[in-house]
């Protein structure tokens, strides 16, 4: 639930049940934070379409990076929703929970490839102190062996949780352990 009213997998009806269906027969179950949009099922449609385009879409970030920013930013923005989630699928890509630990709580101490790690520093500053990002963070980035199509994708990664982290903060969408848990992808 959140601070909103939403429609519920039983109730909804039309447009709203055939996206929630598709959901789950594709994911497994209908997550808190797509719910929370179901009094408007376009902004759903649009907000899905985004997340899996950056998050399984082509691209040359590994899935381990996608999720490794979305982590760090999360984090950065308090968000224990997205934090939560995106920890349980980076715990896909990585099996060491000491090295989950440390990208959650100081992913500057984690033993993260160098290039890896750039990617995080830039994710990280842009959520603090998007302000501050100049063309020497770019270089960077280049130099850590980025292209721009990566530098974008890290980038869009980066805003699309900034964006998430806000709906999650500012409608109180919760969760739980088995909520977290047991998606498909």
Known sequence: MS???EIGEIEAAGELAATYARIREERGRVANILKVHSLRPAALEHHLELYMGLLYGPGKLTRAQREM???????????EYCVNHHREALARYVRDTTMLDLIESDFAAADVPPPTRALLVYAERLTREPESIRGED????????FGDEEI????LIA????FVNRIALGLGVDYNAD??????V
């Open 3 to 5: 601070y909103i009213r």
């Open 69 to 79: 920013i979305a982590v760090v930013v999360s984090c950065a923005n308090r968000c």
């Open 138 to 145: 770019i270089k960077t980035l280049r130099a850590a062996g």
């Open 152 to 155: 974008l994708h890290a980038n």
């Open 159 to 162: 805003a699309y949780f900034n």
């Open 179 to 184: 909520e977290v848990s047991g998606y498909n």
